[in-house]
Structures are given as structure tokens and as C-alpha cells.
């Protein structure tokens, strides 16, 4: 069991560092970076079919209940969550090799964009943290974590639909598609915020 | 198990209903067929949490193997799916909503997305049908169902980032994330589709 929720943490690891790859790969137009993120997706669905292998044995073979039964059950979602984060990190990098040697973003939304990639980092690192730790109050502060990438969500469709938009249709659908990839990645993280206090505590929040 | 298989398909209608009210919306510009969409989100979160208590009672008081543990726990990612997909229904309805009374559709894309709400109601359709009857034939003629929706996803980003794009960025940008809520919504159905295979044949398709 102590297995399983390490191997959680260490996935959730590495999909922190896949969109922290991508995010670099973005504003930096690195193609190496883009490359590393895009690269990190087999070995993270591996791992995670691994789990949910090791999940099942477990309920096969030893019938686990109440804690023991919500951490299964509770990680199988985790896995879930987990998985896509690196998915949409792989999207993230996909629409930089994409475009490259061209920027994806333009100056006016270059400091968004660092601030959508920290807000993502951020709520990863916590989720990697809550996960190692089991730690419902901790699982408690990801609740709230996308309220920040909410709003930079929201300034960044309203700044590619405003009047003032210089920079083209193709950049807009790239950006808005961007958006949606960072908003939904820190989702997960919610997610995943929620399955920890549900697992410790037996309540899943409301 | 019964009960479950039958309230998985169910719950899977309720997903296609809220689509195929959200296209509708889309299209005819009808409010009264988007508040339909949004207001089947709660209906369907709440027979989802249902769900899933009885998934859980049902580990730990009978200790499933085999057959019954992979229903169970392949179940409990369907619902995860179909209640996604209800989510992505709610999020198409309320672009309409928002845009309302304007059309959130031009003409020249008009076409492409009476195509796009086709090939979600004809794999929503399909996946109700696969959970009814958990049929592993059914659930195999899924796993292809979102090649024709990627193809129309992809000529839809196509004509929006075109050089003759006559719209706006406002419309190429809401053609965008719907794009993706459509794209998003077949991929469930496909993962509907694998699960039922697992299921069936306790071996996950590649």
C-alpha cells in the first residue's frame, strides 16, 4: 500500500515535470524541451496501466476495506487524473513543435502565460506533495488552486477576443486551445485534491 | 450488477440527451434546449456520486473477483467518463447561452458542425447500447468512432486559422473550444469502449 501511494506521488512527478517541459518549450520556443515532454507520455501510461494492475491484484487478492479500500478505489481515479495532466502537457508541446521555429505567444500575453505555467507548476508540486503525504489538509489548499488559473483563463480569452487583437486568428485558436490545456490540467489537480480528502476522511467534499 | 450495468447505460442516455440538446441549442439558437442541457448536470453528478457508493458497498460487503471485480472497477471509470461527458454538453450549451441571440455558428461552418453533433450522438448512442448490453463487439466498433469526429475537428481548426476567415477572433475562438468539447466528448466514448472490452475479456485493447 505504501508502494502504491509512492508510485502515485512519483507519477504525478512526472507529470508536473512534463508540463513544466512544455511551459519552457512555449516561452522559450524550445524544441528539446517540447521533445522531453512529448517523450515522458509512454513511460507515464506504462506506469500507470502498472498500477492499475497492482490495484486490482490487491482487491482480488486481499479484499481490502474501509481506509484501505477508499485508497484503492480513491487511486484509481488519482491514476486517472494523473495520466491526463501528462496528456495535456503532451498537447502543450505538441502545439509548440507545431508551430516551431515560430513563438506560439505573443509579447502581450508572454506574462500570462508565465503565470499560467507557475499556477500549473504550483498546484502539481502541492498534488505531488498531498499525494506522498496523504495529508488531508493539504489535499484541502489544491481545492482552490484553479481559482487563480480561472482568472488568467478568462484575461487571456477576453484579451485574444478584445478589439485591440493584432495578432491574428491562427494565434488566437492556438492560444485559446492553450488555455484550455493549462486550465484543465489544474483541474486535475483538484481532482485529485479531492480524492485525497476522501480517501482520509470517508467525506467526499462538497 | 445488474442494477449497475442497466444505471451505467442510463446514465450514458442522460450524457447523449444533454448533447444533442447542447447541438441543438448550437444550431437553432435556442435558449430553451441550452437551460435543457445545463439543467441535467446536477440529475446526472448525483446519480454518478450514487453510483459510485454502490460500487464501493457492494467491494466491500461481497469482495468481488474476477468477471465482477473487473465490472466493478472498469464501471467506476465509465462513470467517470459519462459524467465528463454530460460536463462537456454543459460547457457547449453555455457558449450558446452566452453568445445569445447571436448566432454562435456561421454559415460556412454550419455544416461541419451538424456533422460533429452526429458523430457524438452516434457514439453516445453507441456507448448506451455497449453498457446495456456489454456487448465486447459493440464496444470494438467504439474504439473507432472518433476518427470522423478528428477529422472534422481538424477541418474545422483548418477554416478558422484560413487565410479567407471572414468571422472575427471572438467566432474563431468559440469554434475552438466547442471544437474541443466535441473532440473531447467522442474520446469518452472511445475509453467507454476499452473499458467494456476489459470488462468483457480482462484484457485491455492496445
Chains 1, 2 share one sequence.
Do not use: N
Not at 194 to 206: F, K, L
Amino acid at each position: 500500500m505504501e508502494r502504491l501511494s509512492g508510485e502515485l506521488a512519483q507519477m504525478c512527478a512526472a507529470s508536473e515535470t512534463a508540463m513544466s517541459d512544455a511551459t519552457e518549450a512555449l516561452l522559450d520556443v524550445s524544441l528539446a524541451a517540447a521533445e522531453r515532454a512529448i517523450g515522458s507520455t509512454d513511460e507515464l501510461d506504462r506506469a500507470a496501466a502498472e498500477w492499475e494492475r497492482s490495484a486490482f491484484s490487491l482487491l482480488a487478492l486481499q479484499s481490502p476495506v474501509a481506509y484501505d479500500l477508499r485508497f484503492v478505489v480513491g487511486g484509481l481515479r488519482v491514476v486517472a487524473d494523473v495520466q491526463r495532466m501528462g496528456g495535456l502537457a503532451v498537447h502543450v508541446a505538441k502545439i509548440t513543435r507545431l508551430r516551431h521555429p515560430d513563438h506560439v505567444v505573443p509579447e502581450v500575453v508572454r506574462d500570462l502565460f508565465t503565470r499560467m505555467g507557475e499556477v500549473a507548476d504550483r498546484q502539481a508540486a502541492e498534488s505531488v506533495e498531498t499525494l506522498r503525504q496523504l495529508d488531508p489538509e493539504r489535499a484541502e489548499a489544491l481545492l482552490h488552486g484553479d481559482e487563480a488559473m480561472d482568472e488568467l483563463h478568462a484575461e487571456l480569452l477576453a484579451t485574444a477576443q478584445s478589439e485591440e487583437w493584432r495578432y491574428g486568428v491562427q494565434a488566437a485558436v492556438d492560444l485559446t486551445l492553450l488555455g484550455r490545456f493549462y486550465e484543465r490540467f489544474c483541474d486535475h489537480t483538484v481532482e485529485i485534491g479531492r480524492r485525497v480528502i476522501w480517501i482520509e476522511t470517508g467525506v467526499a467534499p462538497s
